[in-house]
């Protein structure tokens, strides 16, 4: 292999590894990214309940209409803001939905486990019943459901956790191997290609300082013997 080639394969290996390296970077930052979102969203579905819990138990007792304006618009906040969240966790934005990640949280969430989606989907609709017809007996069933939902709620934080635990020691070992991949190859690349180009270097320096030194004794030759001719 010519010296040219030797160079080109070196640069396309380093320019390669850089690009790799570079593109798992990136993977990594937008799955952080992603798992702090769901976590986020699952931690305040949590809050989102109890907020529920206590505008339905408010909204009877509450008499002057600036403040019933004022929990009117709470209210259907918070409302939005959990059937926002619930529809992230268990339908997904660009990908895959987060409930259905690993099988516990598919089993929490679906019919044959804590049926976590059936029971939020219902808790948002009393809520919804209290907000525009002023259903006490949606608001009592609201106060009955609070604790084993907020409960379920806690499991699904746990779970998601978990999952992103699990997801960053994968993440870590690929990582690991991905290092020491590279590592190799930089050896690789110093035995097989760099040293063999120096070596070839070494010898065309040593060439060229030869046909100096060559040319040199045949200009002083010349010299010579014209200096002698002259004489």
Known sequence: MTLTRRWVLALALIGGMIVVTAGEVS????DHGEHAEV???????????LRLSLFSHE?????NASQ???LRESFAAAIARMRAGHARLTQGGSGAAPAAATPDLQR???????NLDGRVRAYIRLAEQVLTQGNSLAAREIA?????LLRDLDVAVGLYEAKVSAHQAHDQAVHLLWVAASLLALILLG??????IA???????EDVDGKLEERTQVLSQVLRTAKMGHW
């Open 108 to 114: 929490h969430y679906g019919a044959a486990g804590a």
């Open 59 to 63: 909204w009877s007792d509450v008499a």
């Open 68 to 70: 019933r304006v004022d």
């Open 144 to 148: 009955s459901l609070r604790e084993g």
């Open 27 to 30: 993977r990594l930052f937008r």
């Open 191 to 196: 035995v097989f290609v760099f040293r063999p």
């Open 199 to 205: 070596r070839e270097a070494a010898r065309a320096f």
């Open 39 to 49: 976590i986020n969203i699952a931690g305040a579905q949590r809050t989102l309940s």
